[in-house]
């Protein structure tokens, strides 16, 4: 089960640098994690879901901030620190979907404030894409408390999470239906995600040559 906000409070003020604080100082996850998994249990009266079956949430924030807004097609800075990329976000906004789920993945929703996305069984493709069972996999196994996405143009969009349990972090990213993931501070950098900009490196010099062969024809 998540901590509760004071216990979370606690972690981050030993742990955690301002960007965390900020997100529990102005929402208040635990209780909308709550709120969304008894909105569920309403919604699926007539359902699949039994008084016994226990629901996990957790919910994953991307945030609108300033220096997006200002140059949509800034690069990322692989050897900044993740200190400091934190540090230099101003939020505008933020945009949030919660992953619930139950510990046999059979059940998974998705609440984003606007749609609902559901899954009933796995093997029901039709239900629920594969990408999003392996995401929640992986937040099953994680139990975090929350999780920041990190969508950026330089890994052309690849799903990259920096994930924070007890003041700590997790830095994962999915690539071929596996999912990476290593232990990170606030003082390393991002190397760690240097496979997928290698892969759309790849990718950017195969088009130069179907390019080329095209220009060649004509």
Do not use: H
Not at 44 to 58: F, H, K, P, V
Not at 138 to 148: A, I, M, Q
């Amino acid at each position: 089960m998540k901590k509760i906000v004071g216990i979370l409070l606690l972690f981050i003020g030993i742990f955690t640098n301002t960007f965390s604080q900020r997100i529990v100082m102005d929402m208040n996850i635990p209780k909308l994690e709550k709120d969304v998994i008894s909105d569920i249990r309403i919604y699926e009266s007539y359902g699949q879901i039994s008084d016994n079956t226990e629901l996990l949430a957790t919910t994953i924030l991307e945030w609108v901030d300033t220096a997006k807004q200002n140059d949509r097609n800034a690069l990322f800075d692989i050897n900044q620190t993740i200190g400091n990329y934190l540090d230099k976000i101003q939020t505008l906004g933020c945009e949030y979907e919660i992953f619930v789920y139950d510990s046999s993945l059979k059940l998974i929703y998705i609440n984003n404030r606007v749609t609902w996305e559901v899954g009933r069984d796995k093997k029901e493709s039709d239900k629920i894409d594969r990408e999003n069972y392996l995401i929640a996999q992986f937040l099953l196994k994680g139990n975090y408390d929350f999780v920041y996405s990190i969508s950026e143009k330089k890994f052309n969009y690849a799903i990259i999470l920096l994930c924070f349990k007890n003041g700590l972090r997790d830095l994962a990213y999915l690539k071929d239906g596996q999912w990476y993931s290593t232990p990170v501070c606030g003082s390393d950098d991002f190397s760690f995600l240097k496979p997928l900009l290698e892969e759309r490196l790849k990718e950017r010099e195969i088009i130069r040559e179907r390019l080329k062969k095209q220009e060649g024809v004509k």
